[in-house]
């Protein structure tokens, strides 16, 4: 599949109808390019939300798929090359989905199975926020995430989508795998307690088990591990290459009680985290090394130059702020 992928493939593949020669075209597309597969996960949110295939039958399903089709290569005209899988173009894939859903509100009804679907989301340093799912999972959502998900659980399986960091709780129910799908991997439960960390901008995506069992694949659905409690899953973005380890979990969950863990951190890796925090620009001069890991632990409800003062203590740094920049030098 080249660069002006079928939507109609796309479509059949979430709808999981696609021939065999059409699943391989497309997850040839989709192995080709980190940019693909970020551009299929935000067609996918985008289908979840929509969820044109509640439609009350078959062909009033077929009408739309035609008509959304049909707006679509509209919209791509003589730049499809240059602009075919760009973000607006899903957004406006969305949009006309939607207008085919007041459309045929109009003139049909949906079925009563019709999932709605919900949006929770934290910003910045603000506390955690705990989201109760209709099945009483529990998800205490971090700093900078957003997490989508269903009112009412009616299908086989219960599926959620997270940006950023989040802390699960699943209720136990063998008869519907929990899901949660992220932009590189998905974990399947069916009753267990694991942190998730998948923010867009970072390399690695990461889940942490606690209790019970999960099971991760990749994005176009192989399975990559199995955890056990106790066990952290990295997925490296850039090679596809998922590692295994045994580590202390509370260092991985202490966020949902307003502390933050970093073990054996770089400083480079400290300040990041300080910066997504804090909203501010750290600048660390040349002649600082980073070659040490810190264990380094503060609380959230901190301010930024209280935990400066901290990092100081711990590191041979100073720093000086400037405006909204802190720079950092060494000691």
Request: net charge positive; with cysteine; hydrophobic share 40%.
């Amino acid at each position: 599949m080249n660069e002006q992928l079928n939507e109609l493939i796309m479509i059949r593949y979430l709808q999981g109808t696609c021939s065999p020669e059409e699943k391989q075209l497309f997850e040839s597309w989709l192995k080709a390019s980190e940019q693909n597969r970020h551009l299929f996960y935000e067609t996918r949110v985008l289908w979840y939300a929509s969820r044109i295939e509640y439609f009350g039958s078959e062909e009033q399903l077929a009408r739309a798929l035609a008509i959304l089709t049909e707006n679509i290569r509209r919209k791509g005209g003589q730049h499809r090359k240059k602009i075919y899988l760009q973000w607006g173009r899903y957004a406006a894939i969305l949009i006309v989905a939607m207008a085919v859903a007041w459309f045929f509100l109009g003139q049909h009804h949906f079925n009563k199975n019709t999932e709605a679907w919900l949006t929770a989301s934290v910003k910045h340093t603000d506390s955690s926020k705990l989201v109760v799912l209709s099945d009483g999972t529990r998800i205490w959502l971090n700093s900078n995430s957003t997490i989508s998900y269903p009112r009412q659980f009616l299908n086989g399986t219960r599926t959620v989508s997270l940006q950023g960091e989040a802390y699960f709780d699943v209720t136990h129910d063998s008869s519907h795998p929990f899901i949660i799908h992220t932009s590189n991997i998905s974990i399947k439960v069916l009753g267990t307690s694991f942190n998730v960390q998948a923010y867009p901008g970072e390399s690695q995506a990461e889940a942490v088990l606690i209790r019970g069992k999960i099971a991760i694949d990749d994005s176009v659905g192989n399975k990559l591990a199995v955890l056990a409690p106790g066990q952290i899953a990295r997925f490296e973005k850039g090679d596809h290459k998922l590692t295994v380890q045994n580590v202390n979990t509370d260092a991985y969950t202490s966020w949902r009680h307003g502390q933050i863990t970093l073990g054996a951190a770089s400083l480079n890796t400290i300040v990041n985290k300080l910066s997504e925090l804090y909203q501010v620009h750290f600048s660390i001069d040349p002649s600082v090394t980073d070659t040490i890991g810190y264990n380094f632990t503060f609380s959230k409800r901190k301010k930024v130059t209280e935990v400066m003062d901290m990092l100081c203590f711990v590191a041979p740094i100073r720093y000086q702020i400037q405006g909204n920049e802190i720079l950092i030098t060494r000691k």
